[in-house]
């Protein structure tokens, strides 16, 4: 699957393939499913075991100390047992590519 990096992006070269292998990690085991809101807008909904939301908040700060041109929200939603959460992702109208990019990634198919 191609993936596109912009140019604004100040992860070393040599390193991308190790976050991109976290995000691929994160998006196989957790995230159930994808919606589109518009071609800026992305909203993703995860579960898991305990510290997934420690696990998602990591990972989305060290993209945005790189990438500073995403915005991350986590919103913990309530469930039974582990965590679950809502993961809304924004990025201006020129990074539209790189947020397809991500959220075509291949997804959990466990509910």
Do not use: W, Y
Request: charge should be negative.
């Amino acid at each position: 699957m191609h993936v596109v990096v912009p140019a604004a992006c100040t992860l070393p070269t040599a390193d991308q393939p190790v976050r991109l292998a976290e995000f691929d990690h994160l998006f196989t085991t957790a995230v159930r499913h994808v919606e589109t809101i518009s071609p800026t807008h992305a909203q993703l909904r995860l579960s898991g075991p305990a510290g997934l939301e420690a696990t998602v908040q990591d990972l989305t700060a060290r993209e945005t100390a790189c990438c500073s041109f995403f915005a991350f929200t986590v919103t913990p939603e309530p469930v039974d047992e582990g965590e679950a959460l809502t993961l809304d992702v924004r990025v201006p109208a020129e990074h539209a590519d790189v947020l397809a990019s991500l959220t075509g990634r291949p997804v959990s198919r466990a509910t």
